[in-house]
């Protein structure tokens, strides 16, 4: 199971450069995931056309997007129950904001975004993954997404980076 994980894609105009990226680097993903903070509804729609597609609203989604998606999932994938949320809230901290959201869930993996800043580890023996963004890396020096892999039970997460 080859999962692409996507973030705050914040897309408003000359999406070619995202499209392409769903088109060319997702087309052999058995899923892909979204965190939230598309900004566009265009992007949803693009996203809809891979198979396989999750995704839940963040907090700069609006209108169309918030009637189409929820603002939490759980999935059950090859055996391990993994959590989306967006990760916004009123923590000081994006990290726990979505941690605490899965907290009653029994969730292993808890996939978030908002921050814009990329980030893998374990919290509590929870894998805790947010991709960072393709599109709008804010202060980060690069854009990036996440490649999880789950091959004979086991997890492998590939953090990708480009300019």
Do not use: C
């Amino acid at each position: 199971m080859k999962i692409a994980i996507l973030s705050d894609t914040h897309a408003k105009k000359h999406n070619d450069k995202l499209f392409r990226l769903i088109d060319t680097l997702f087309v052999d993903a058995d899923m892909i995931v979204h965190a939230g903070d598309y900004i566009s509804s265009d992007v949803v729609s693009k996203l809809r056309e891979h198979k396989n597609f999750v995704g839940v609203w963040g907090n700069n989604d609006k209108g169309y997007i918030r009637d189409l998606l929820k603002e939490k999932v759980i999935l059950s994938v090859e055996g391990y129950k993994i959590g989306l949320y967006h990760g916004h809230g009123n923590s000081k901290n994006t990290l726990q904001t979505a941690y605490d959201k899965f907290i009653d869930d029994k969730v292993d993996v808890i996939i978030f975004g908002h921050s814009h800043q990329p980030l893998v580890l374990t919290k509590n023996k929870i894998l805790m993954i947010n991709p960072g963004s393709p599109s709008y890396k804010r202060r980060e020096p690069w854009y990036s997404y996440i490649i999880l892999e789950i091959v004979d039970k086991k997890i492998n997460v590939s953090l990708q980076l480009f300019k």
